[in-house]
């Protein structure tokens, strides 16, 4: 698999290094911020293959954080990472329709890594 190149924003360091790890020893290049702020000055000084995003973030919801990127196409495709029970699909921002996914916490790393695999196909 070619190198992906992933942006991490979660406000959970210990899980962001977890995150990190599982994704560096499948040949993933990553980069972890943990704020909304965070997020947006690494998408304009770098294009990332995909954005792994905690929904609950301090101060703007992941979802308000990547309809915003992608709006600006700075990012193309994303894993939206949640603890809610009720956040589905049907909450991906219409921009990004086809091209993100949502995974409950605690996620299983092999279904992280194959939701990864489905929406980069060919990278």
Do not use: C
């Amino acid at each position: 698999m070619p190198i992906q190149t992933v942006l991490i924003v979660e406000d959970n360091e210990g899980f962001a290094e977890t995150l990190a790890e599982v994704l560096k020893s499948r040949g993933f290049q990553t980069h972890w911020v943990a704020t909304p702020e965070d997020a947006h000055v690494a998408s304009r000084a770098r294009l990332y293959d995909l954005m792994i995003i905690d929904h609950g973030l301090e101060g703007q919801s992941g979802i308000d954080v990547a309809r915003a990127l992608a709006q600006e196409k700075l990012i193309q495709r994303v894993v939206f990472l949640t603890g809610r029970v009720s956040m589905n699909e049907s909450e991906i921002p219409a921009n990004l329709k086809g091209r993100a996914a949502v995974l409950h916490k605690p996620v299983e790393m092999d279904d992280l890594i194959s939701t990864i695999q489905q929406l980069t196909p060919g990278l």
